[in-house]
């Protein structure tokens, strides 16, 4: 299994850009997690889906930012527009049984 | 959740057990410990969780005092790519799963 697959791995953007990242869950799990990390804040998280469907989004910054999870094997996390203060790392993580297992992350630069 | 508390840093010589604690004192019966790890550039990764018991894993052993308020990690036989940020997370099994990490224990394994 090739785990928890992230993209882009890193993207820089301007400010005012809109920027998508996507995650692909392993296969079979039930629970996806957005999670943003910063030196200042940690590890945050910002939303989760079970069964595709959104349970808790009050992590989510501002409006700015939405997700949508289409099927169970695809998600985006949308920043619209983007701000200097939106950069960050993002990470996705998928659920099984007791464990959650994270993707590589996507090193997000908002100049 | 309840919250955790760990020191912010600590030492440890390659091919020692590193014993890494956390208090967790306002812990609730029906919450369980949890550790993860992150390897520097890399997403967190799950190691061990235990709920009343001690457990063990090819990775770790998890200590819990019998009254359940503060917990120990154990690495048996650090290495060098044992170094990381270690966060010890207190998750209620009523919560669908979500964690909270905090600031961690950065663990730096010495030759």
């Known amino acids: 299994d090739a785990g928890v697959i992230q993209s882009p791995r890193h993207e820089v953007t301007e400010m005012g850009q809109e920027v998508t990242l996507r995650c692909k869950p392993i296969?079979?799990?039930?629970?996806l997690f957005w999670y943003r990390q910063t030196m200042m804040r940690g590890l945050e998280l910002l939303i989760y889906?079970?069964?595709?469907?959104?349970?808790?989004d009050s992590g989510m910054p501002e409006d700015r930012f939405s997700a949508k999870m289409p099927n169970a094997s695809f998600s985006t996390l949308k920043i619209q527009p983007s701000e200097p203060r939106d950069s960050a790392v993002y990470f996705c993580?998928?659920?099984?049984?007791?464990?959650?297992?994270f993707g590589p992350g996507t090193r997000l630069t908002v100049l | 959740d309840a919250k955790t508390t760990q020191p912010p840093s600590m030492d440890c010589a390659e091919g020692r057990a590193a014993n890494l604690p956390c208090n967790h004192s306002?812990?609730?019966?029906?919450?369980?410990v949890y550790w993860y790890r992150q390897i520097h550039s890399q997403g967190p990764q799950y190691i061990i969780h235990?709920?009343?018991n001690n457990e063990t894993n090819e990775m770790a052993s998890l200590i819990i005092t019998e009254d359940r308020k503060s917990s120990t990690l154990i690495l048996p036989h650090a290495t060098l790519r044992d170094t990381a940020v270690y966060y010890c997370?207190?998750?209620?099994?009523?919560?669908?799963?979500?964690?909270?990490f905090g600031a961690g224990t950065t663990v730096t394994v010495r030759a």
């Open positions: 993580a998928s659920r099984i049984h007791n464990e959650q297992f």
């Open positions: 296969s079979g799990h039930d629970y």
């Open positions: 889906f079970n069964n595709n469907v959104p349970i808790d």
């Open positions: 306002t812990i609730s019966g029906n919450e369980y």
């Open positions: 235990g709920l009343k």
């Open positions: 997370i207190v998750r209620s099994s009523n919560n669908d799963y979500k964690l909270s």
